[in-house]
């Protein structure tokens, strides 16, 4: 099975700041790598699929980058929403794996 | 768009539960499904694929010989049975749709399921 090792686990950052979180796949998934975003109580959003591709409707701030085992998550310029729980998943090969998330707060 | 999951519920351990997905607003036949959970408080665990005809499933370890998904796009619905439930598996579980290679697009707001005598 694939593990992905995303880190941090938690993060606190200020408004405007650059924030970024990484994710490592234990081999190589191309790039079948999405980022989501869950706020408490709710399901999670895609922001990032295909590991840099915006998904639609979701702000600029946000984009993914990398391929094969290693991938890059950043915001830049965070805002007081994007408080949450941030994870990766690989959708290469089955199981279809998450990264253990990280959590974001404002300072 | 919705997908409004339904069936969850307390169950003693050993016991079964069926869980359904309908959706509605978005196309479905065409895309394959995903069930996954999260113990409250912590990480989204994938446990189960379909695809959009029914001839490729996957689970995860952690479920396969347990659970069943299966699938009626006449119906636009999306189901998973629980057998032998055990206390490991109280959960949310969503359901979420693939959107054709690029994984997973829309998420379900999940059934919450409860394994406890």
């Known amino acids: 099975d694939i593990q992905m090792t995303q880190s941090p686990s938690s993060l606190s950052a200020s408004v405007g700041d650059r924030v970024t979180i990484t994710c490592q796949a234990t081999q190589d998934i191309n790039n079948n790598l999405n980022w989501y975003q869950q706020k408490p109580g709710e399901a999670p959003q895609v922001l990032i699929f295909?590991?840099?591709n915006l998904e639609a409707g979701v702000p600029s701030r946000f984009s993914g980058s990398g391929s094969g085992i290693d991938f890059t998550f950043t915001i830049s310029g965070l805002e007081a929403e994007d408080t949450g729980t941030y994870y990766c998943q690989q959708f290469d090969d089955p199981p279809y794996t998450f990264g253990q998330g990280t959590k974001l707060e404002i300072k | 768009v919705h997908l409004v999951e339904s069936g969850g519920g307390l169950v003693q351990p050993g016991g079964s539960l069926r869980l359904s997905c309908a959706v509605s607003g978005l196309s479905f036949s065409s895309h394959s499904m995903n069930w996954v959970r999260q113990v409250p408080g912590r990480g989204l665990e994938w446990i189960s694929y379909?695809?959009?005809?029914?001839?490729?499933?996957y689970y995860s370890d952690s479920v396969k010989g347990r659970f069943t998904i299966s699938r009626d796009n006449a119906d636009n619905s999306l189901y998973l049975q629980m057998n032998s439930l055990r206390a490991e598996d109280t959960a949310v579980y969503y359901c979420a749709r693939e959107r054709y290679t690029y994984g997973i697009d829309y998420w379900g707001r999940g059934t919450l399921v409860t394994v406890a005598s």
């Open positions: 295909d590991a840099s």
């Open positions: 379909i695809s959009s005809g029914s001839t490729t499933i």
